[in-house]
């Protein structure tokens, strides 16, 4: 049986750290660290938020930036300090065009999508979010739900979270305004504990 020679100087890198590099490492995560904060404080609180699934995708692009400038050594400071400049900028765009120009949200993001009307589960649904009905129990658990019959809605949002929107069976209506933009949100419509639309409450007005 041939054995494999170790080449142990090789190995070694894979195990420990010289003084320089150690130096370099925390110097290169200080400025990386105070290059977010800057960028943060300049563009505002919409930096890390999930209002859209852009804006998701951005964060983790920025941490995954920040990440590969602090450990490797072909990324330098000044490099990642630019790219994160540049994700920084172009989130602060998006939300501007989703801002002002009509549509363009409709364009960048997917629409939410209703997974439960009431306590009926959109079986359909789930299968387009790719879900199943144990990834929506859990959901419902986390949200405290104790029974089905509290459920006035479930939407998957956007950002690919998940919102339990919950009551006492004898309390408030659902208003269906918040469901707008929501696919399949039509399908709460004449069911107990929504309300009637306002839209339609005047179209039958005399």
Do not use: C
Request: charged share 20%.
């Amino acid at each position: 049986m041939d054995f494999v020679e170790w080449d142990w100087p090789a190995y070694a890198k894979w195990l420990f750290v010289t003084e320089p590099a150690i130096a370099a490492v925390t110097l290169t995560a200080v400025g990386i660290y105070l290059s977010v904060v800057l960028l943060t404080r300049l563009h505002g609180l919409r930096s890390f938020s999930k209002i859209s699934s852009f804006d998701f995708a951005i964060t983790v692009a920025i941490g995954s930036t920040i990440a590969s400038t602090v450990v490797l050594e072909s990324v330098s400071l000044l490099k990642g300090a630019v790219a994160l400049a540049a994700f920084y900028t172009v989130q602060f765009a998006a939300a501007s065009l989703r801002q002002h120009v009509p549509g363009f949200s409709a364009v960048q993001d997917n629409k939410a999508l209703l997974l439960m009307a009431g306590s009926e589960v959109l079986d359909e649904n789930l299968r387009r979010a790719q879900m199943t009905r144990g990834d929506l129990r859990s959901k419902l658990r986390g949200a405290n739900v104790v029974h089905e019959d509290q459920v006035r809605a479930v939407v998957m949002e956007t950002t690919g979270d998940v919102s339990v929107i919950h009551a006492a069976p004898d309390g408030p209506d659902l208003d269906p305004a918040l469901l707008d933009g929501v696919r399949d949100a039509d399908r709460l419509r004449g069911r107990p504990n929504v309300a009637a639309d306002e839209n339609e409450s005047e179209g039958r007005a005399p």
